[in-house]
């Protein structure tokens, strides 16, 4: 079945880089849009941006503009979602999900933990 | 791009429905039928229950049925059953490829 598989758990300082990966299975990874979402610590769902695995176009919600990059590499159907200059408060599960107005299936999440 | 207003928690008996509601703007809610429903039971992956304002993915029971008017969507469940107990976040389309949630709502089955 379609699944979406998540790096592990990684552990940040503050001002750090993070970089997750998102490996595709069994669709046609250039068929669909992935999305990643992240659930920062004690808060709700957020949407953090989309990339078109085809075309690498991409779209930024404006909070995390300037702060992170998506990127795919098609050979292996992953998805990169690089955040910068961590603070304490990117501490939380990030996500990714493939679709375009709905998101199904979901991977299993990664963990982000910021500490100094 | 502002979050979606969802009220914090709801709760309800077996058996019985509850209705959360999601309400946004002519910019996002308002304004497309691209309108979902996710359940998250803390430690898993959220999952898709309602597409399109009020399509059921294969698999999610007809308990789980959605609605839109204006500017509020509203996810009803009838006949709660324990295992609904969970998260549930809505999500609208806002235009130019921006996507927003709501800030989830904690359904407890008393």
């Known amino acids: 079945q379609v699944q979406l598989v998540q790096s592990g758990a990684e552990v940040k300082k503050p001002g750090a880089s993070v970089k997750v990966f998102c490996k595709a299975s069994?669709?046609?990874?250039?068929?669909?849009?992935v999305h990643w979402v992240r659930q920062a610590l004690g808060q709700g769902l957020e949407w953090m941006g989309i990339i078109n695995p085809s075309s690498g176009s991409i779209s930024y919600a404006q909070k995390f503009r300037g702060r992170v990059t998506m990127t795919t590499d098609t050979s292996t159907s992953t998805v990169y979602m690089e955040l910068n200059s961590l603070t304490f408060e990117d501490t939380g599960v990030y996500f990714c999900?493939?679709?375009?107005?709905?998101?199904?299936?979901w991977g299993q999440g990664t963990l982000v933990t910021v500490s100094s | 791009q502002s979050a979606l207003t969802q009220p914090r928690s709801v709760s309800g008996s077996p058996g019985q429905s509850v209705t959360i509601s999601c309400t946004g703007t002519s910019t996002d809610v308002g304004g497309y039928n691209y309108f979902a429903w996710y359940q998250h039971h803390t430690g898993k992956a959220p999952k898709l229950m309602i597409y399109?304002?009020?399509k059921r993915p294969s698999g999610v029971p007809d308990r789980f049925s959605g609605s839109k008017s204006g500017n509020t969507a509203s996810l009803t469940i009838s006949g709660l059953q324990a295992e609904d107990e969970a998260d549930y976040y809505c999500?609208?389309?806002?235009?130019?490829?921006?996507?927003?949630f709501g800030g989830g709502t904690k359904l407890t089955v008393l």
């Open positions: 999900t493939r679709g375009f107005n709905w998101f199904d299936p």
């Open positions: 399109d304002v009020n």
């Open positions: 069994a669709y046609t990874f250039t068929n669909s849009y």
């Open positions: 999500c609208s389309d806002a235009g130019s490829y921006i996507w927003v």
